[in-house]
């Protein structure tokens, strides 16, 4: 049995995880493949153990999460009790790849919107519906900020846009035709007949310098390596989908450096957002990286400078 993107089993509960349990009963030899095998906790890796045979996927998950969740002692223990049972594969391997930078780019809120930020904190909507409010205004906000950085990279870069919603998209690109820079967008309910003429035009026209994609449409399953900078206007939730929207354009067949630009607004949701998927990538790193310990070490040494 083999398993491809097998994260999307992470619940166990879910009618195809439950699927994938009966098949995997019924054979000896199983293979999940994974680039994130956690996206948000701990308790994600043990499906994944439970549908590769590991004895550790036999334990209840309640027992699972005591013994293996909550500190990085505990998910070292898990990360050396897994070793031997995972080969993981980095992309430094790949002699091609010229590497991957991430920068944040430091975006400051006008009045007027500082003030309608501030409006919808102060109103009485549903907590979940103030946040979507908040992060659709933050991205209406950067969208200014990206055509500001976009006007700076010379003409032989390309770059792929990722939106959360799909009216910034069709923003960007009214910003885009008027400037007379080519570019195509690709939406959730694109035709996969217009996805693909999107990228095969992205990919092989040298006049169409610019990809718009909501992340949830475009930031997985495509090949964009044309583009040598990545812009994000809205944040995921988890560290893994951000890495595999990056990696749209960081794959092999990538010859040049990849840059990836993140504006965040100051003095809003955004921090939080942020520290929220740096927290979630340390999780992630605990768990299956085996050198995650050293480099921890590494960086607090780098920053007290000793």
């Known amino acids: 049995m083999v398993i491809d993107e097998a994260h999307r089993l992470k619940e166990p509960t879910a009618a195809w995880t439950r699927h994938g349990f009966d098949i995997a009963a019924q054979v000896q030899n199983r293979y999940l493949l994974t680039g994130t095998p956690v996206l948000n906790r701990e308790a994600e890796l043990h499906t994944l153990l439970r549908l590769s045979g590991h004895p550790i996927g036999q334990l209840p998950l309640n027992e699972f999460c005591e013994r293996f969740a909550g500190s990085p002692e505990f998910r070292k223990t898990l990360r050396d009790e897994i070793s031997d049972w995972m080969l993981r594969r980095r992309k430094d391997v790949l002699p091609n790849l010229k590497g991957k930078q991430r920068q944040t780019v430091p975006v400051v809120l006008s009045k007027i919107e500082r003030d309608e930020y501030n409006q919808i904190m102060r109103s009485d ?12 205004l933050l991205e209406r906000v950067k969208v200014r900020i990206v055509a500001d ?6 003409v032989d870069h390309k770059v792929i846009l990722f939106c959360q919603y799909q009216e910034s998209v069709a923003t960007l690109r009214e910003h885009c035709l008027k400037l007379g820079v080519g570019c195509v967008t690709l939406v959730g309910t694109d035709s996969p007949k217009k996805r693909q003429k999107a990228i095969d035009a992205f990919q092989q026209d040298p006049d169409c310098r610019v990809f718009i994609g909501t992340r949830s449409a475009a930031g997985t399953g495509y090949n964009l390596t044309a583009a040598n900078y990545v812009f994000f206007l809205g944040l995921p939730w988890t560290p893994g989908l951000q890495d ?3 990696d749209r354009a960081y794959r092999n067949g990538q010859l040049r450096m990849v840059v990836v630009k993140i504006p965040l ?26 050198e995650a310990e050293e480099k921890s070490k590494m960086a607090l040494a780098n920053e007290l400078q000793i």
């Open 125 to 136: 909507q549903h907590r979940f519906a103030r946040l979507g409010g908040l992060r659709q």
């Open 244 to 246: 595999q929207a990056e």
């Open 265 to 290: 607004a100051e003095d809003t949701i955004d921090q939080q957002l942020w520290q929220m998927l740096m927290d979630k990538r340390a999780l992630a790193s605990d768990l299956i990286d085996p």
């Open 149 to 154: 950085l976009m006007a700076e990279l010379d």
